[in-house]
């Protein structure tokens, strides 16, 4: 049996004050060693000087957004799990966050039991190198194509487990397969 390694370490960072405080109570009482950062330049300057397991980035945040800072976040720290957070999910945002660097995008608030099962899991996932011949130009993208991009993202995330996949992506596991029986796949 694979062992699943354990989160030790996290920046949060987010611009509120009080769900930056509650996250990293939570964590800390999990035994995570959580700092925490309100803007992303501090998050960024933080992790150029101690590297950490789990980056939990919020994706709307004063002076730029988060999924503008994801590529930053994942050059600094190649093996951390990052998670973002949003209240304003969707497939569109999910897959955008994937390909600028995040591992996986979940919606607040968040719990913190699930937010370590899901980082800890990524952590034992190999990350596929990025490549540029797959990412397409900004603009290029449609609707369908975005979706199917996330589904398909969803379902290897999940092992192939429709119902695992559908709440990844937010919506009812009978909502997933019509749109897979409809994307033929």
Do not use: C, N, W
Not at 27 to 37: F, I, K, M, Q, S
Not at 53 to 70: E, F, K, Q
Request: charged fraction near 30%.
């Amino acid at each position: 049996m694979k062992m699943t390694r354990r989160i030790e370490t996290a920046l949060l960072v987010d611009d509120d004050d009080a769900f930056r405080t509650t996250l990293q109570g939570a964590l800390r009482r999990r035994g995570v060693v959580a700092r925490t950062a309100a803007t992303i330049d501090e998050g960024l300057v933080a992790l150029e000087y101690e590297p950490v397991d789990l980056v939990v980035i919020d994706y709307r945040m004063p002076r730029g957004d988060g999924l503008s800072a994801l590529a930053h976040y994942r050059k600094l720290q190649p093996d951390a799990a990052i998670v973002m957070l949003t209240g304003f999910g969707d497939i569109p945002l999910a897959v955008a966050a994937m390909r600028e660097g995040a591992d996986t995008l979940l919606s607040k608030p968040v719990d913190a039991d699930k937010l370590l099962r899901e980082a800890a899991s990524l952590r034992d996932r190999q990350r596929p190198p990025p490549s540029a011949a797959t990412t397409p130009p900004p603009g290029s993208l449609k609707l369908d194509d975005l979706e199917r991009e996330a589904i398909r993202a969803a379902l290897r995330e999940s092992g192939g487990v429709v119902a695992t996949a559908a709440k990844l992506l937010g919506i009812d596991r009978r909502t997933l397969q019509r749109k897979l029986k409809k994307l033929g796949g």
